[in-house]
Nanobody
């Protein structure tokens, strides 16, 4: 099981950038596929981006393609989400998620596929 802690959220103007970080406390971080989800009040948690355990495969929601980049550093047990050209509709609580995968190229879009979750970090984009 991985203990996940997100950081880097905050308030930014539309068009600006933020970099979210997720630190994982586990001895086997390189076995985990990682993902970012976001959630607004009264709405379900939605997929943002994911990266395979090897880092060689990534996926993005259509709404963030070309603006967000997910990456990981297995030596630091960390995953990142670089967010650029932010829009007010990107405002949400962002969650980091992790799941052990047997195949290095695997990642998932569905929240139930992930076993471990962070506490979330608020991102607010002002217009």
């Amino acid at each position: 099981q991985a203990h996940l802690v997100e950081s880097g959220g905050g308030l930014v103007q539309a068009g600006g950038s933020l970099r979210l970080s997720c630190a994982a406390s586990t001895y086997t971080f390189s076995s985990y596929a990682m993902a970012w989800f976001r959630q607004t009040p009264a709405k379900e948690r939605k997929f943002v981006a994911a990266i395979s355990s090897s880092g060689g495969s990534t996926g993005y929601a259509d709404s963030v393609k070309g603006r967000f980049t997910i990456s990981r550093d297995n030596a630091k047990n960390a995953v990142y989400l670089q967010m650029s050209s932010l829009k007010p509709e990107d405002t949400a609580v962002y969650y980091c998620a992790a799941v052990v995968t047997r195949i290095g190229s695997t990642w998932y879009q569905a929240p139930p596929a992930y076993e471990d979750w962070g506490q979330g970090t608020q991102v607010t984009v002002s217009s």
